[in-house]
């Protein structure tokens, strides 16, 4: 049974940090691409930050400069480190893997609740 698990999310003022954490199981972590999505109230689920199994990564142009993902395939677990967080960073934040083989094979984590206010 997969399952990826978010953890890290919480409450935090404007020009904070969070780390957020997802840990695989029930999956060849090292062959699965991973990302990190985010989803605000009313508007669509978009991609954050990306990283291959060969450790190449992509971001978002909103979060550029300001977020880092990263991955240790020891742990099975995938990182996203968020500095001068801003309220508009305000969402429900998606753990997602994705076999390098056939990318139509995905898996979801539940997501945790990130909150940038005053």
């Known amino acids: 049974q997969v399952q990826l698990v978010e953890s890290g999310g919480g409450l935090v003022q404007p020009g904070g940090s969070l780390r957020l954490s997802c840990a695989a199981s029930g999956i060849i972590f090292s062959i699965y691409a991973m990302g990190w999505y985010r989803q605000a109230p009313g508007k669509q689920r978009e991609l954050v930050a990306a990283i291959t199994s060969g450790g190449s990564t992509n971001y978002a142009d909103s979060v550029k400069g300001r977020f880092t993902i990263s991955r240790d395939n020891a742990k099975n677990t995938v990182y996203l480190q968020m500095n001068s967080l801003k309220p508009e960073d305000t969402a429900v934040y998606y753990c997602?893997?994705?076999?390098?083989?056939?990318?139509?094979?995905?898996?979801w984590g539940r997501g945790t609740q990130v909150t940038v206010s005053s």
């Open positions: 997602n893997a994705r076999w390098v083989v056939d990318a139509r094979v995905d898996y």
